[in-house]
């Protein structure tokens, strides 16, 4: 085997060929402020609103429920009389 050849040893590119597109800058000019994504918030200090989910929800619903039936039982009492005088 003889020494490699010239032609061989060069690099020859097998990529594409064409420009590929590039992605347009984050400018305000481009992308408008109503179309870009913005988090909610209030208040004057911006803070974020948070989501009340179904879980949040019925937690809350189930402390309130406790919550009213110990101040009855701290009024009435816990035996049957104090049962009997909430029903009627």
Known sequence: MGPASTTSMLRVPTGAQTDLPTPPPHDPEIRPARDRPQAKTEGPYRSSVKRVT???????????????????????????????????
């Open 54 to 88: 179904h879980n949040a929800a019925s937690l809350a619903a189930h402390l309130n429920a406790a919550e009213d039936m110990r101040r009855t039982q701290r009024e009435l009492g816990k035996d049957r009389r104090a049962f009997a005088a909430q029903s009627a």
